[in-house]
């Protein structure tokens, strides 16, 4: 039994250094992972996460433009209800007489044109007022109603001086470009004498226009595909034919051909 008890003692000596050892190790590691949290776990943990807002990017950020709204599974786009400004029956036949000469609207049926005609909000410049400059976001789509604007800009970063594009004068729009394609705007605009335009909102200009192109153009691709004489074309020389379509609309009892 004698014996036994310097086993014993040591036996429980060993035990102790164990746990001792093993606490060390222990704190060891929480203190390396406490080190660590903020590299590459917390990191990635943190790239994880949906970025609410401006993302850090090193170097200089790439321009953002306000009509680049993207819709995705979880960002699901809503029904979009246009507004409605009253206006004069003078005011409504003017809009209308501008809208039948403008390939814009060339692709709206009768009820998307009543929805613009309703959205359409009158604004006015003095000479001399700059209507859109050339790299700022796009917000808004303008008619010319009367008056004369100058549009020109730089046609390369080096260019001292703008260069002359053209006038635009009533009945002529503006502005559709940096809407459709969610670019920034690329030229400047300037009012030539005083002008009166119409001006479409960014947000119902998609919803109306933007979206009519889109679905023309789908609509039409799924025709173009089912004519026989048509099916040895090219998509491009598909697109061609599409874009130089031009609907017509007919009431009941209408006659189309005689």
Known sequence: MKDEVPKI????KDKTNKVKNSKKSTASDKDDDASSSSGSE???EVGNLPVMGKPQIKGPAPRMSVSAEVFGKFNVEQAYKPPVHPKSEDQKAAIR???SKNF??????PKDKQAVLDAIVPVSYKQG???IKQGDDGDNFYLVEKGELTCKKFLTPEDKEETFLKTYVPG???????????????ATIVAKTDCELWSLERMTFNSIIKTAVKKKREKYDEFLSKVEILKLMDPTEKNKIADAFREE???SGDVIIR
């Open 9 to 12: 003692k040591n036996y429980i």
């Open 42 to 44: 917390g990191a990635e």
């Open 97 to 99: 007489e501008k809208m």
């Open 104 to 109: 814009m609207f060339s692709c709206l049926n």
């Open 129 to 131: 007022e700059t209507i």
């Open 172 to 186: 002529e729009s503006f502005g559709e470009l940096a809407l459709l394609y969610n670019a920034p705007r690329a």
């Open 249 to 251: 609309w007919f009431e």
